[in-house]
């Protein structure tokens, strides 16, 4: 039957594809790489796992001189008791951290298992408690003061889309400009909590990087590629000073397509896999891709 003269014929248009003049994000890894960690039937051997990996964690950020006195920490959710972390001892250099070393903290800041030193950093609760409740997602963050984090955390801003590797943190990453102390009090936490909101990362003024994500391995990737991002906007910044020319950035469209290829947490997780696979032979491990523990 033809429609009357008062009915409309129903038209359905199909959806644009986004045009991508560099190719499709989807080609930026193969469709078999891992993108998380394995899973346990077992939450227990979940937990062990995890926190052979964050041990690692600890290890590689040694690798890249983030250790500074007794200022850092890197906390993962704990699998069996999701309203505790694990997180490392006060006072332990991140290069002689293993998994017998952490300590797990409940809800109310107090020590319910781990090593024999189990001092904690009360500045790791204030922080990543607060991150943690905030973020039921939030798997893994991690803290620690950067020579270049810090530096560029003393400008006041956040980074400029110079580079392929700064479009990870395309509108992903913030700054919290409140520099008020050492982080001891829970309000303090709320805040940087806040400011970091639904993304990747915050820059901290006057103190250092954060990063947060589902995995230990993407948090610690994206913490040491933030790190040098900043280092990166330092130099270019000092560049252009010198040389009067403008700095030239990427635009908003590139960066945006950049991000959507590399800025995923799946992509993150993929990419922290090396950095591991240069601290697990500490332990006289080998994995791979983060699968299969072999005795070397």
Not at 156 to 175: E, I, K
Request: include cysteine; proline fraction near 5%; aromatic fraction near 10%.
């Amino acid at each position: 039957m033809a429609p009357s003269a008062t009915e409309l014929p129903v038209v359905i248009s199909k959806p644009q594809e986004k045009e991508y003049t560099s190719g499709s994000p989807d080609l930026c890894f193969p469709t078999d790489v891992p993108t998380g960690p394995p899973s346990f039937e077992d939450k227990y051997e979940e937990r062990n796992y995890l926190k052979q990996r964050l041990a690692l964690a600890f290890r590689v950020f040694a690798k890249f001189g983030f250790s500074e006195g007794v200022a850092g920490h890197i906390t993962l959710r704990d699998p069996i008791d999701p309203q505790s972390f694990w997180v490392n001892p006060f006072g332990l250099h991140f290069s002689l951290v293993t998994a017998d070393d952490l300590i797990l903290v409940n809800h109310a800041g107090m020590v319910v298992d781990g090593g024999r030193n189990r001092m904690l950093n009360y500045a790791a609760f204030a922080i990543h408690s607060e991150i943690h409740a905030a973020r039921p997602d939030v798997a893994c963050a991690a803290h620690s003061h950067s020579v270049y984090g810090r530096a560029f955390c003393a400008t006041g801003r956040t980074l400029d889309m110079l580079t392929q590797d700064s479009c990870v943190f395309y509108n992903d990453h913030a700054l919290y400009d409140n520099f008020a102390g050492v982080v001891l009090a829970s309000e303090e936490g709320k805040h940087i909590a806040k400011a970091l909101g639904h993304r990747k990362a915050v820059l901290l003024g006057n103190h250092g990087l954060l990063t947060a994500g589902k995995t230990i391995e993407e948090v610690v990737a994206y913490f040491v590629l933030l790190d040098k991002c900043c280092e990166v906007q330092l130099a270019a910044d000092a560049s252009a000073a010198g040389s009067g020319k403008p700095l030239v950035k990427i635009g908003e469209k590139e960066a945006q397509n950049t991000w959507e290829a590399l800025g995923h947490s799946a992509s993150g997780y993929f990419m922290g896999l090396p950095l591991f696979q240069t601290v697990e032979a500490e332990f006289g491990q080998k994995t791979f891709l983060g699968r299969g523990l072999e005795p070397l």
